[in-house]
């Protein structure tokens, strides 16, 4: 009897920036490296190409938009059940969240976080309506979810629609590392960093508040604040506007640098010569820069939400109250106690072997197992 199928669809690459991305990047180049594994892993479309293509990422002309959402659906509901049977696949595995409404074998969507239940006034009405009908209808039989913490997994039992489909977690990995010849390099200047696309539940505004009053002190006039990312997907998840008004306001803004999207090394330099991550989000589905940043040695600043929290464990400081003020004595703490500094950085870095592309690709696998075992 020869190796149960799994059929990975990677479409959403298409446009995929942020944690999805490097959801289905790692759990690919895993595969693909490995010359043995416990299934036969159908890749499709094709990784590579999908990932390099650039015709429906950025910003992103309206029409672009609803020509992908009307491919993706029409992919989800048509192709990729066609594909299942074509490729005889026993299981579906959809990184992407949607699960086609049948198909051969066993469905598996991996959600991510609550964000669609959470804040629905964010979308837009109707596509939302549809886009959670097809992922209830699709999950319905013989669906089943994965999730990337343990505080999604609460949150999705308390949501009706999925109250009795069997839930799992598998923690994701990162898939940014330090690079030796940019660690080598001098940093012209000292800053926080914050990394991620430019959303109001992201609580930059608090951040840049927070900076400013820090930088009033006169021994810290000299440091800097680095926002790196784009403007959020959506208009009226969008804060980039107004963050860059309140710079304007705060007269800040020759000491906030907006770098926008850059690439993965560009990424990883700053990454490397940060003194601090802060992440002061008010809602996550895991938190994955937190791990970038204990990977490149940083110590970290997070708020007091339930992913952030599980992610970061022990390694870093959590404010007791999600306040300008409160972050503003983190950030003074870390500039002030250079023991504290090098015991968060030690315990991120023990704290990211739980974290590890391989740890991942193998409970990965021994979810497939339980899944297709029943």
């Known amino acids: 009897m020869g190796k149960a199928r799994i059929l990975i669809d990677v479409y959403y690459l298409h446009v995929a920036r942020t944690g999805i991305r490097t959801y289905i990047t790692s759990l690919c180049e895993e595969i693909l490296k ?23 990422k950025g910003n992103t002309p309206k029409w672009k938009n609803i020509l992908f959402q009307f491919l993706y659906f029409f992919r989800k509901q048509v192709t990729l059940p066609l594909l299942s049977y074509y490729h005889q696949a026993d299981l579906v ?36 309506k549809y886009y959670l009908f097809f992922l209830k209808m699709g999950l319905k039989h013989h669906g089943e979810i994965i999730t990337i913490t343990n505080f999604s997994k609460e949150r999705l039992r308390e949501i009706n629609a999925f109250r009795h489909i069997p839930k799992r977690v598998v923690y994701p990995s990162t898939g940014l590392v330090s690079k030796k010849e940019i660690r080598n390099q001098k940093p012209r200047f000292q800053y926080f960093l914050h990394v991620g696309v430019m959303e109001k539940r992201k609580n930059l505004g608090m951040l840049i508040e927070a900076f400013a009053g820090l930088i009033q002190q006169e021994e810290h006039k000299d440091l800097k604040l680095v926002l790196v990312g784009s403007k959020g997907p959506r208009k009226a998840l969008d804060d980039h506007d107004h963050l860059i008004n309140l710079v304007k ?4 803004e ?24 802060v992440f002061p989000s008010l809602n996550e589905g895991f938190g ?39 972050l503003q004595s983190a950030m003074v703490r870390l500039l002030e106690d250079p023991t504290l500094r090098n015991e968060l950085s030690k315990k991120g870095r023990i704290r990211l072997n739980e974290f590890s592309t391989e740890k991942f690709f193998l409970s990965l696998e021994d979810t497939f197992k339980h899944i297709l075992n029943g």
Do not use: C
Request: without cysteine; aromatic residues 14%; glycine residues 4%.
């Open 34 to 56: 490995r010359e043995e594994t416990d299934f036969e892993y159908i890749i499709n479309p094709d990784f590579h190409a999908t990932k390099s293509k650039q015709f429906f």
């Open 93 to 128: 595995f959809s990184p992407d969240i949607l699960s086609p409404l049948w198909s051969r074998g066993k469905k598996v969507s991996v959600i991510h976080d609550t964000f669609f239940w959470d804040n629905p006034e964010h979308y837009q009405a109707l596509w939302l």
């Open 249 to 252: 306001m705060l007269h800040v």
């Open 254 to 277: 020759e000491k906030v640098m907006l770098p926008g999207y850059v690439t993965e090394d560009e990424l990883s330099g700053y990454f490397n010569h940060a003194i601090a991550y």
């Open 288 to 326: 994955l820069p937190i791990l970038e940043a204990f990977s490149f040695g940083l110590p970290v600043i997070i708020s007091n939400q339930g992913a952030l929290m599980e992610v970061a464990g022990d390694a870093a400081i959590v404010l007791e109250e999600n306040t300008k003020e409160a």
